[in-house]
């Protein structure tokens, strides 16, 4: 384990950003989100949630995947260009990590999403352990730790230094790059270290979500919640909008269009929402036609199909992040309390 | 409240409402959820506090197809957004019975969140019926406290008043919370360089991540079908690129609102990513009002709004560029 001053950081991102691309939270106009590094960018380590998470790093909410030019007569298809710069996304958190974990089984399967694959193989994450969870955070629950984050190297804040770990060959690499700012750690630093992760577990037992249960949500009861009435009654509040799908760290769904533009059309691909009316709408033109359908279809993903197909890996983290945005204040959490309850009236 | 839910007991019990269209009490301090009760029963989780920010008045449009009518809770400033619907046709004053409720100004989670509060267990002062100017918020770090008002929705800061426009009963006291001028930031908009005015939009639409959430609750956008859900033409709508929402969809938006948006300030409270969205609506409600005298969406039925209307006294499409 080594150790850097926090007062040094701008330092270590400049440093980082000598040889490796760099994605990192960014405040602009009031907002923290993952954005490219630069020397004015305002960097906040402090907001515990970027508003999206660093899901856009490797699968960006718009790309373009290949473009077709006309001219005169001819007809060219020039694909995008796979990434293959070395990157960095440093200050992502235990939940969006899982995430990544989550989207890897989607996109690293056969067949293999290529555009996703080359920005995994290329991206390096630094991830911080969670200083001071919040109300909205449930991480626990599914089995993630907040202050141990499985990254390819961990970050742990205390005081005034920042505590930096390599956990892969990746992190390895990187720790070597930027050696020259990293200090030796002895026993004390450890000590604190130690301490830090126990106040962060300390903290995530208060936390009013701690006790979600996830019992009866599996692979095995996939009739049995989608036919349940439930769904008539919480899909209600719904007003049909992306928030939750695109805050969430593990929405994959996208959609793939065209952009016309006179002599070039641009085949581009862009993050879709099933709580869209126009989700999964191909040529057959027969998707989801009620708001419920498509309300309950998000659910059932992350809690029932995902955990079918993925060896009972929910398609959750507990980041919070639609809790905390919802516009009607609707989120998983009630959708699975819902179905508790329920089931302790039986 | 109790007093809310007693009427609304009552009026389920005789007959005269078949629901009621409430909030429903959340499972954190700050997030009840818009909510239909049909029974007595399930009215014990009927909550309205100072968290009841959403306006209940789109929902009734569904409503209004339901069998039976419908109690509908409608703050001061909900009520214009109804009273517009009414004049648009797309909700039906027979079926609504309206409950005309008090409010002191709702609350702004993120306001209160930015103050740097977080693991929040509970919030003291929240309550309609409490006069505390204070909140006091209980967090997993300690005992937190802020003024009501600092944590107060920007729309409570320029409230239109504490009259319901339109009402069956009215249920609560109001409190007059304007402590801002209504047209204070579009002024100041109006008085930047275009560059600075291009660039400040830049910054704040740069952020729209394309949710579609200012446009799903806003009363005025209540088309079947959104122009911008459609899947015939091959433009970018559906992406976040640059080149579009920024300088599209919610132009497009505002434009297709003016003159019909009550200012409700639903389009910023939703908003994920904290853009001031209502400032398009207010400035083409200024200029509206400076262009063919004050008027205000929402607040009668039978004028006729300015931007479908024509006089003699009209402005001329030149005045654009007199007035630069």
Partial sequence: MYKIAKENLSALFRLIAETYGLYLPVKKAGQTNFAAWSEDAEVDLMTLKTVKSAKDAFFPQSESLYTVKKEGKKMSVEPEALKEQNFVVFGMKACDVRGLEVLDKVFLSEPVD????????????????????????????????????????????AGEELYWEALTEKGEALTEAVKSLLAETDEADGVSVEAEKDAIHRMIEKLPYMNLSLEGWNGDVLSEKFDSPLWEELYKPC???????????????????????????????????????????????????????????????????????????????????????????????????????????? | ?????????????????????????????????PAYFE??????????????????SKYMIEASKMEGKTMVCLKPCDTYSFMQLIKEHRVDREKAYIAGVGCKGKLDIE?????????????????????????????????????????????????????????????????????????????RIESLSPEEKFSYFQSELGKCIRCNACRNVC?????????????????????????????????????????????????????????????????????????????????????????????FEDAEPSIVGKRG
């Fill in chain 2, 1 to 33: 409240m109790q007093e809310l839910i007693n009427r609304a007991k009552e009026l389920l019990a005789d007959g005269t409402v078949a629901r009621v269209l409430g909030w429903k009490a959340g499972d954190l301090p700050y997030n009840p959820e």
């Fill in chain 1, 239 to 346: 007003l049909a909008c992306g928030t939750c799908t695109f805050v969430c760290p593990t929405c994959q769904c996208y959609d793939i269009k065209d952009y016309t533009a006179g002599n070039s059309v641009s085949r581009y691909r862009c993050w879709d929402s099933c709580m869209y009316s126009d989700f999964t709408m191909m040529a057959h033109g027969n998707n989801r036609t009620s708001q419920m359908q498509r309300f309950r279809q998000r659910f059932m993903h992350k809690l029932v199909y995902y955990p079918a197909n993925n060896d009972g890996m929910y398609s959750c983290t507990g980041c919070g992040r639609c809790v905390e945005k919802c516009p009607s204040a609707l989120n998983i959490v009630k959708v699975i309390k819902a179905f508790q309850n329920q089931g302790g009236e039986k």
């Fill in chain 2, 39 to 56: 029974t007595a029963e399930a009215l014990e989780d009927f909550v309205y506090n100072g968290f009841c920010g959403a306006n209940l």
């Fill in chain 2, 111 to 187: 306001k209160i969140r930015a103050r740097g509060i977080r693991g929040i267990e509970s919030i003291e002062g929240a309550e309609l019926t409490d006069d505390a100017e204070t909140l006091k918020i209980q967090t997993i770090y300690g005992e937190k406290s802020l003024a009501y008002a600092d944590g107060m929705l920007e729309r409570c800061h320029v409230c239109k008043g504490k009259e319901h426009v339109i009402f069956d009963e009215q249920i609560g006291e109001s409190k007059e919370t304007k402590d801002a001028e209504r047209f204070g930031e579009v002024e």
């Fill in chain 2, 219 to 311: 009363p005025a956008c209540s088309c079947r079908k959104c122009v911008f859900d459609s899947n015939k033409f091959d433009s970018s709508q559906k992406a976040n690129v640059d080149s579009f929402e920024e300088k599209m969809f919610h132009i497009i938006r505002a434009f297709h609102v003016a003159g019909r948006c009550t200012d409700c300030g639903e389009c910023s409270r939703v908003c994920p990513q904290g853009i001031p969205l209502h400032l398009f609506n207010r400035k083409f409600i200024k200029d509206i009002d400076e262009l063919y005298g004050e008027y205000q969406a929402g607040a009668d039925i039978d004028s006729k709004a300015p931007l479908t209307d024509y006089t």
């Fill in chain 1, 114 to 157: 290529t555009f996703y694959a080359a920005r995994r193989d290329h991206g390096t994450v630094v991830a911080l352990a969670c200083h001071e969870p919040e109300e909205t955070c449930f991480c626990k629950v599914f089995g993630v730790d907040a202050a141990n984050p499985a990254s390819d190297v961990a970050c742990f804040p």
